[in-house]
């Protein structure tokens, strides 16, 4: 075994396959944490419900939720409002970032609207979306589109304010050699301002969809008659909880894959982060 490790040591291809191999095992023993902790705790919730030490009335074991969930997806009822909830969510993030997106850059790039614009968004920002919630709706009446404005109203803020912060915060010795070098307005934009806010831009938009799929639940909570934020609070009133924790773990699932889907988007515009 000491002859083995000293021979390692003295060839570097064997000392560089031996620390691949480290770190492929530490990598495979961070994910199967990664599973097993939630999995787990699982395992546990489903042991003390059915040993009634935890109230099965209010805390269901996961694999009668599990059955209801497959009983409202054979049944249509799930697909139909998660089909709701995600066209609600795509077009009001939609709507609030690409503007905030613009806006964000214009007041970056230019000090004078930046000082005419910081102090109305910092004035409407502390104020709830869903507080606006009633102005919305006689705006734009009780249909689709005051829920999708109300996505796009708290999706907003965050996205603009981190695309300031973004280009403001660009490193000066850049926008010195872009000077220097004679850069024109389109190309300081597409090679300066926009690939150097990305960063902080990106994580405003990973804040965004959060905010969007709280703002959604909230929405369809107050004024929908579907969407997954219905079914959760309809559910609730009436004391159904295996089908307020199926519309719970539903948001919880598209939290997590937009959230990666963000994570990768971010690794291909920012490879070298």
């Known amino acids: 075994m000491i002859h083995r490790a000293k021979e ?8 560089e396959r031996q620390e691949w191999k480290d770190r492929r095992r530490r990598q495979r023993l961070k994910q ?3 599973v097993s902790s939630p999995v787990f705790l699982l395992l546990l919730w489903e042991c003390f419900s059915r040993m009634g030490w935890m109230d099965a009335r209010f805390f269901p074991p996961p694999s009668a939720i599990l ?3 497959w009983e409202l997806g054979k049944s ?9 909830s995600l066209f609600r969510i795509g077009a009001g993030f ?22 005419v614009l910081s102090p109305l968004i910092m004035a409407v920002m502390p104020i709830p979306t869903l507080a606006l919630l009633p ?15 109300t996505i796009a109203g708290s999706v907003f803020f965050p996205v603009v304010i981190n695309t300031v ?8 010795i850049y926008l010195d050699v872009a000077k220097n070098y004679g850069a024109g307005s389109k190309q300081f934009f597409f090679k300066i301002a926009l690939p150097g806010s990305l960063p902080v831009m990106l994580e405003g938009i990973q804040m965004g969809q959060a905010i969007a799929l709280l703002t959604i639940v909230a929405a369809e909570m107050m004024g929908a008659n579907s969407g997954i934020g219905y079914l959760i609070w309809t559910s609730y009133k009436a004391f159904l909880l295996k089908e307020m924790y199926v519309g719970l773990i539903v948001i919880s ?3 997590y894959l937009f959230s990666v889907l963000l994570r990768g988007l971010q690794v291909k515009l920012l490879p070298w982060r």
């Open 8 to 15: 390692i040591r003295d060839d570097p291809v064997q000392m």
């Open 32 to 34: 199967l944490l990664t």
């Open 67 to 69: 059955y209801t969930f």
């Open 76 to 84: 249509g009822e799930l697909f139909h409002h998660i089909g709701i």
């Open 94 to 115: 939609l709507m609030g970032v690409i503007p905030a997106v613009a806006i964000g850059l214009f007041m970056g790039l230019y000090s004078p609207a930046r000082h």
């Open 135 to 149: 102005i919305i709706i006689i705006l734009f009446g009780v249909g689709e589109v005051s829920k999708i404005v």
């Open 165 to 172: 912060a973004g280009v403001t915060n660009i490193d000066r």
């Open 253 to 255: 699932f598209f939290g």
